[in-house]
């Protein structure tokens, strides 16, 4: 459900599973539910409802004394404030979810973590951190043989070397999480991949490519009723 987009099918399968954890007394699967629907509501753009299960799973998984749990919850706090536009508290826990990482012993994916890590500090103007952080996020998702982990973050360096006007090496980086998104169906990052593609396309002023993959992304944005094809939507109008 998460990769094709199916947010409010999600939001419902997830709420029967806090349900179901909350007669059971499972503290450990409430916090995940908590958790979930925290990461749902905030690719759905409800920031409210996303920060109110954030706050309970990561309450429920102090308790617990999880640290990959805290690790984890600390990494979706990282990404729904970037959405909200809030980079400098995005990074604060960014690097938190690292530095209990460091400390927990739990299995969590270092990678994935340098990688949000990496993307609040490109959202922050820090290009030099970024690109440190998500070279080696690639390297070890590479490793660990995480294909989402490493399209993600060859997205981000995609993203990273077009914001430092390298854009023959943006592009290459974005076709090759392309390429990875689609062998593995991952219908969402495709779409946001392409996006991003098409702003480079446009920045070196091959108009008529960006306007293709600003399509393509639409395409699959609408089909899924994903609330980001309002803004490539824009990129094409603007055109």
């Known amino acids: 459900m998460h990769w094709q987009g199916r947010w409010h099918d999600r939001v419902a399968t997830l709420r029967t599973a806090l349900a ?6 499972d503290r ?20 409210e409802d996303a920060h109110a299960h954030l706050r309970q799973a990561l309450k429920l998984y102090l308790r617990l004394d999880d640290r990959a749990g805290q690790v984890r919850t600390h990494q979706s706090l990282s990404t ?4 909200q536009g809030q980079p400098h508290a995005a990074l604060r826990h960014a690097e938190r979810a690292i530095e209990l990482y460091a400390h927990s012993g739990s299995k969590a994916d270092l990678g994935r973590l340098l990688n949000s890590a990496g993307w609040c500090h ?3 103007g820090d ?15 590479r490793e ?17 070397r077009h914001r430092l ?20 169906g991952h219908r969402c990052g495709e779409a946001n991949t392409l996006a991003r593609i098409g702003d480079t396309q446009d920045a070196i002023g091959d108009r008529t490519a960006a ?9 699959i944005l609408d089909g899924m009723d994903e609330p980001g094809a309002d803004a490539v939507r824009a990129r094409l109008g603007a055109g």
């Open 80 to 83: 729904v404030l970037e959405r």
């Open 165 to 184: 006007g390298q854009h023959a090496p943006a592009l290459a980086a974005y076709r090759h999480a392309l390429d990875l998104r689609r062998t593995i």
């Open 127 to 141: 290009m030099r951190e970024a690109l440190a952080h998500c070279q080696r996020a690639a390297a070890l998702a």
């Open 28 to 47: 450990a699967e409430q916090a995940r539910a908590h958790r979930c629907l925290g990461l749902t509501y905030t690719r759905l753009e409800r920031y």
């Open 122 to 124: 490109a959202q922050v």
């Open 211 to 219: 306007r293709a993959s600003w399509r393509d992304a639409l395409a």
């Open 20 to 25: 179901a954890a909350q007669r059971l007394r």
């Open 144 to 160: 660990a043989g995480d294909r989402v982990a490493e399209a993600a973050t060859w997205d981000s360096l995609g993203y990273i």
